[in-house]
């Protein structure tokens, strides 16, 4: 099989779902695959300590996975958030996919594409025999739909930033996909191996047609939703994989509560628990669970300002007071057991190309004298009560509290509001804040390409929430996605030095993915759970 690998050489567990976020950004249903025998849960433990089982592959049995939310919609152009790539990664697929160890394979495709060398023309020929889970056939119309589909202007995709450079797209024939660049993108292997494709005979509909319910040519085919109990996704036995996935049945249960995931994971009520509590490693570990963490996944922890004019938080010295004003040890040491470290640049710790020096500029204490001083440049403390905006969740209302007494110290005050999903993404979207928390996987949106800072801080990307505005910036952004490999190092550094300058957001830590996972599931692969693909690498190999 053909593969291809980016320059970075990425350990297996560096790769550790990098969809893996908290909030806005990934999966846990990174294990449930890498089971290659799964009894009936809870399946029969390994005997002896630590052992593995050994059986060979088999279909059948349920994997139950206790997740804290309920998804907004699982409309896989609409939104990458957490809660909604844990399912359609398993109902779609992509022209390539991701591997744990950093290169890139066929997925839809039966190769690598054929790459112009001004690296401005992909052509792609497709694996031949793939259905839809209705049982339509899959062919190049449905990839040139979906890709048009995002680049109309009335289509709100989360996948259109990451597209901006595509001219065009062909399909000479059923099986032949032609992409036509605009200019050079560096990331668009990214992007092929990231955007989910959709059915062409199916008329799309933003936030509707998938908002409830999957059609796709993935290994899993969706079954139901309950809203606030669970979703439910079954084997696809049509799956292009032949024999895959072992899985008969997957149960995301919505368990909101951390003490209850951990309690049902050691009782063996579920077998998978994604952004496992670190606090409760000892708990977990000490009563036969596994906890593992990807030391180099990448989890951002940011505050995106209001930068409306005339909001406390449009003065680049206030935010540079609330930015040498957080204590991140705190948030380390008490929300992430230690799984995290301080950040101060979009670009985050674990990515390409990141600059740790920058990276970490304001330290992993307070400085209360800088935050004062410029707290003094912007004019003094606010005259009224910030609005501070997170989506609910036990990590997110742990950081919130540090934060909230963090700025008090230095007579900021702000008022916590904790949203549902739903209410939390209008705001996002909508601008109704004067800080709101986002917490985020940047593997959801780029893999392993450092693009995800270009669409979520140029001025036209639909993913600069909070409207960062900033022509030098933009230029910036603009060169390090397309020079050349050997400038690739510098290009970036200079992005991280504006980010410092102009603060268009504000980075708190890079936390890491944890996910704490059963021994009765068998056959686990313990060297890495799963790929920013969302598909584990026993199904792939």
């Known amino acids: 099989m ?88 398993m109902t779609t697929n992509q022209l390539l996919k991701w591997r744990e160890d950093g290169s890139v394979v066929p997925d839809l495709a039966a190769a690598l594409p054929t790459v112009s060398p001004d690296l401005l023309t992909y052509t792609f020929r497709l694996k031949p025999g793939v259905k839809w889970h209705d049982g339509q056939p899959f062919d190049a119309a449905d990839v040139k ?13 989360i996948w259109k930033a990451a597209l901006v450079f595509l001219d065009s797209v062909e399909a000479p024939d059923a099986q032949t996909v032609v992409f036509r660049m605009k200019s050079r993108f560096n990331a668009m292997m990214a992007k092929f191996a990231l955007v989910p494709i959709i059915s062409s005979k199916i008329p799309y509909t933003p936030n509707d047609t998938y908002a409830r319910r999957n059609i796709g040519t993935g290994p899993f085919r969706f079954v139901e939703w309950q809203t606030g109990v669970q979703i439910v996704l079954e084997r696809n036995p049509d799956y292009f994989e032949q024999g895959k996935p072992y899985v008969q049945r997957l149960i995301i249960r919505t368990v909101k509560e951390d003490a209850a995931r951990v309690t049902n994971l050691i009782n063996g009520q579920t077998q998978l628990v994604p952004d496992a509590p670190m606090t409760q490693r000892d708990v977990m570990t000490g009563r036969g669970a596994i906890v593992d963490v990807a030391q180099n996944s990448t ?163 639909g993913n600069n929430f909070n409207k960062s505005t900033d022509a030098e910036m933009d230029r910036l952004l603009e060169r390090a996605i397309s ?26 830590v890079t936390a890491r993915y944890v996910e704490g996972r059963s021994r009765t599931i068998q056959n686990y692969r313990a060297s890495g759970l799963a790929t920013p693909y969302g598909l584990p690498d026993a199904w792939l190999s």
């Open 145 to 157: 739909f979906t890709y048009e589909t995002i680049l109309k202007p009335d289509v709100p995709s």
């Open 299 to 461: 989890i951002r922890v940011a505050l995106y300002p209001s930068l409306k004019a005339g909001d406390p938080t449009a003065t680049v010295a206030m935010r540079e007071a609330i930015a040498w004003a957080l204590d991140r040890q705190a948030i380390i040491d008490n929300v992430y057991n230690g799984a995290a470290v301080p950040a101060a640049t979009y670009l985050s710790s674990g990515t390409q190309y990141f600059d740790e020096k920058l990276g970490t500029f304001f330290g992993n204490r307070p400085d209360l004298a800088k935050a004062r001083a410029a707290l003094q440049r912007a004019g003094g403390p606010p005259v009224r009560e910030l609005n501070y905006v997170i989506n609910n969740s036990p990590a997110a209302n742990d950081i919130a509290t540090i934060v909230q007494a963090n700025l008090r110290a230095i007579g900021v005050n702000v008022k916590i509001i904790a949203d549902e999903g739903g209410a939390y993404t209008d705001k996002l979207f909508g601008g109704d804040f004067d800080l709101i928390m986002v917490i985020a996987g940047t593997g959801s949106s780029s893999g392993f390409a450092p693009d995800y800072v270009y669409n979520g801080y140029y001025s036209k990307s």
């Open 2 to 89: 053909s593969t291809l690998r980016w320059n970075r050489p990425w350990t297996r567990r560096q790769l550790l779902r990098g969809i893996g976020a908290a909030s806005v950004g990934a999966v846990g249903a990174s294990a449930l695959a890498a089971c290659a025998s799964p009894s009936a849960a809870p399946a029969a433990p390994a005997t002896g300590a630590g052992a593995q089982p050994t059986s060979a592959p088999r279909v059948g049995g349920e994997i139950r996975i206790d997740a804290t939310a309920d998804p907004i919609s699982i409309d896989p152009l609409r939104f990458n958030g957490t809660d909604s790539l844990r399912v359609y990664r």
């Open 483 to 508: 020079v050349p490999d050997s400038e690739a190092q510098a290009a970036w550094r200079a992005v991280q030095e504006r980010d410092l300058q102009i603060l268009g957001q504000i980075q708190v």
